[in-house]
């Protein structure tokens, strides 16, 4: 486990691979290439752990706020070009490439190797799946420091300045460079065995630890308490669920989860609406507000406008809630014993009235 402190509000967010194996729903990510950098950046999603403190659950599809683990870490890095993720395909909340390390199991070290395999552009993140908090704006620190410096990657480090190399940005070059050391390193070591083959083509790193990698490259290092809070056992997934559900994060990623749910992808200003519906409620009804913001962002679909258009639909709707509050305050109350009747109504008559 990465060691958790609440500090600060993190807020959160590829075209497949011609043979790539894509889960359902729509795709609510930025045009894939938009990331960072004149080329954009790739993702490397390593989520085929065994998850053995947690009794060997399927940790990228435990649920946080109502989204499945690694479908939080997909909507982080939505803005990639392309993204792998190395695991047995799933579900998922928009489309992936799909990788897998040979044999499977063989460690972070083997499954990077197999997820680089599937990437072209020069900076490429590397995460785990089991990041709760990591958004789009914390990537887009990475990739930012990555492309100002001249060292091989930018990685975070958490509560205990601890290295967290799976939240990372690197220079895919230098990972090529040194996975390709790696290789003769390794068929070095296994030579004097009966039989062995050329590994040159399809080094075997199953079982390496990470460290042989990131330990020969220039690493620039960024503090993040948050971003960097991985989920190794219950007691990290209980921490994760409690923390969403905190006053200063609730309504954030609420947003985030129905915004996925949903297949949308429109900033909200949380502030214009909820001003709307208090305006409604006091100046109309209080069903005024939910129905209020409901016609709002059918009027925003309707219009096919961003935010913008929510904006102007909010600050109509707004001004008319205001109107209605000043007339009501305007109006005379009756006095006692009088109808509540304007001063030139007449009865109705009629002999069915």
Known sequence: MTAYEPVGDQRAGSDPAPDSEAGPGPNPAPRPGTGPGPAGYDAVVLAGGAARRLGGADKPGLRVGGRALLDRVLAACAGART???????????RPVTWAREDPPGGGPLAALAAGLRHTTAEHVLVVSADLPFLAGPTVGRLLSALAAGDA??????????????????????ALRRELAALAPDRAG?????ADATDTADTPDLTGLPLRRLTGALRLTRLPDAVASFDCDTWDDIATARARIREHGHVLDEWISAAKDELGIDLDVDIKVLLDLARDAAHGVARPAAPLTTFLVGYAAGRAQGGPEAVAEAARKAAALALRWAEEAAAEPAPAPGKPDVAPDATPDTRPDA
Not at 83 to 93: D, K, L, Q
Not at 189 to 193: D, H, L, P, V
Request: without cysteine.
């Open 83 to 93: 993204t792998v993720v190395v695991a047995e395909p799933r579900p998922t909340a």
């Open 152 to 173: 091989d990657g930018v990685l975070l480090t958490d509560a205990e300045g601890r290295d967290q190399p799976l939240v990372a940005a690197y220079r895919a070059s």
């Open 189 to 193: 070591r296994s030579a004097g065995a």
